[in-house]
Nanobody, 115 residues
Framework: QVQLVESGGGLVQPGGSLRLSCLVS????????MGWYRQTPGKERELVAG???????NYADSVKGRFTISRDNAKKTVYLQMNSLKLEDTAVYYC?????????WGQGTQVTVSS
């Protein structure tokens, strides 16, 4: 069973930065399409950023210019650099990996933006 393990969440003040990491246990990580999603109570999980195996990326409008997704295939890890954080970025952030018809999720990491 493929495992995705997130880390890097926490409490940060508005305007601050955090970097999330997601380590994938599959040695074929380089061909995965990876993404970061977030969810708040009472709302559906939403895509924050995605990165394909060829390095192409896409972002939600709400985070463009502030967040950057990247991947290190040698480390089997995908990152989400979050800058200029806002109160509304508070959520549980989930790592997602897709390969063929299979989709995998991490357990989630809490990001809280508060003064």
């Amino acid at each position: 069973q493929v495992q995705l393990v997130e880390s890097g969440g926490g409490l940060v003040q508005p305007g601050g930065s955090l970097r999330l990491s997601c380590l994938v246990s599959d040695i074929t990580f380089s061909i995965y399409a990876m993404g970061w999603y977030r969810q708040t109570p009472g709302k559906e999980r939403e895509l924050v950023a995605g990165i394909f195996s060829n390095g192409n990326t896409n972002y939600a409008d709400s985070v463009k210019g502030r967040f950057t997704i990247s991947r290190d295939n040698a480390k089997k890890t995908v990152y989400l650099q979050m800058n200029s954080l806002k109160l509304e970025d508070t959520a549980v952030y989930y790592c997602n990996g897709r390969i063929g018809s299979r989709t995998y999720w991490g357990q989630g990491t809490q990001v809280t933006v508060s003064s």
